[in-house]
């Protein structure tokens, strides 16, 4: 069982910075892939970024160049640390853990840009 929790959410103006961190607590945090998703109001769960064990990274087109995703092994943490923040890039940011067959979600932690 994973268990994940998000912090560093919060209210932010156009243009500005957060940096979202997501604990987990498990075991052989270093296997996992760690990915951050976002869900809008009346809108789908959608990829923001991955990392994988190895440290491979991916993002969603939405965020290139603007959002950085990280991961401290010794902490059992992964960071999203988002830039240049747009109106667009309000929601709700959930941290997700897989391995194999398992996928394990934190509980969420709101962002909300202001234009």
């Known amino acids: 069982q994973v268990q994940l929790v998000e912090s560093g959410g919060g209210l932010v103006q156009a243009g500005g910075s957060l940096r979202l961190s997501c604990a987990a607590s498990?075991?052989?945090?270093?296997?996992?892939?760690m990915g951050w998703y976002r869900q809008a109001p009346g809108k789908q769960r959608e990829l923001v970024a991955t990392i994988s064990s190895g440290g491979s990274v991916y993002y969603a087109n939405s965020v290139k160049g603007r959002f950085t995703i990280s991961r401290d092994n010794a902490k059992n943490t992964v960071y999203l640390q988002m830039n240049s923040l747009k109106p667009e890039d309000t929601a709700v940011y959930y941290c997700?853990?897989?391995?194999?067959?398992?996928?394990?979600w934190g509980q969420g932690t709101q962002v909300t840009v202001s234009s």
């Open positions: 498990v075991r052989g945090f270093d296997w996992y892939v």
């Open positions: 997700n853990a897989a391995l194999r067959h398992v996928s394990s």
